[in-house]
Nanobody, 126 residues
């Protein structure tokens, strides 16, 4: 059974930082597109960042470029999202997702992601 276990959410003041972690297990393929998505109350879920674990290439939503960094530790099967200069608009439930056996694309098409984590709440206060 595939598992994506997230950790690292919490509350922070504007300008602060948080790091999310996503530990993956039992994915069917070695090379995967791993992504972070978020959903704020009353809004649709949106793509934040993705990384292709084979080559390490990344995509970012315009709203987080220069502030967020997605990275991976292949030895630990873990993907991270380092979030700096957080803004109240970044408050949301953040989800880790995996498109197993597929490279990433820049459109954050959620239909390509077959596996999802449980979600981690991130709250940024002004």
């Amino acid at each position: 059974q595939v598992q994506l276990v997230e950790s690292g959410g919490g509350s922070v003041q504007a300008g602060g930082s948080l790091r999310l972690s996503c530990a993956a297990s039992r994915l069917p393929y070695v090379n995967n597109c791993m992504g972070w998505f978020r959903q704020a109350p009353g809004k649709e879920r949106e793509g934040v960042a993705t990384i292709y674990t084979y080559r390490g290439n990344t995509f970012y939503a315009d709203s987080v470029k220069g502030r967020f960094t997605i990275s991976q530790d292949n030895a630990k099967n873990t993907v991270y999202l380092q979030m700096n200069s957080l803004e109240p608009e970044d408050s949301a439930v953040y989800y880790c997702a995996a498109a197993s056996g597929r490279p990433c694309s820049d459109d954050f098409n959620q239909a390509r992601f077959g596996y999802w984590g449980q979600g981690s709440q991130v709250t940024v206060s002004s």
